[in-house]
Nanobody, 113 residues
Framework: VQFVESGGGLVQPGGSLKLSCTAS????????MKWYRQAPGKEREFVAR????????NYAESVKGRFILSRDNAKKMTFLQMNNLTLEDTAVYYC???????WGQGTQVTVAS
């Protein structure tokens, strides 16, 4: 099982980024997927979840209305579209399968003016 996150970078407040996660080593089509983030000095926190069909999504209150999670089962990928970014969104972002204990290396998102 492996997850590779990409798409992070430096963005100004109010900007947007789209993160990608490529999964391998398991049947992606039947796996709910989640994104988490960890800011400096803070615990890792839940960001969003998408079910195996892509039809049901859940978001943390802090990102609801700004982030959109989607998936492409044929490509074994999930995508986290992040809009109207704020300084508080600065963190390392991780994806994982809901039922897996494996974590990827994460991708750094830095929001700064």
């Amino acid at each position: 099982v492996q997850f590779v996150e990409s798409g992070g970078g430096l963005v100004q407040p109010g900007g947007s980024l789209k993160l990608s996660c490529t999964a391998s080593g398991f049947d992606f089509r039947i796996a709910a997927m989640k994104w988490y983030r960890q800011a400096p000095g803070k615990e890792r926190e839940f960001v969003a979840r998408i079910d195996e069909t892509g039809r049901r999504k859940n978001y943390a209150e802090s990102v609801k209305g700004r982030f959109i999670l989607s998936r492409d089962n044929a490509k074994k990928m999930t995508f986290l579209q992040m809009n109207n970014l704020t300084l508080e969104d600065t963190a390392v972002y991780y994806c994982k399968a809901e039922r897996s204990d494996v974590w990827g290396q994460g991708t750094q998102v830095t929001v700064a003016s």
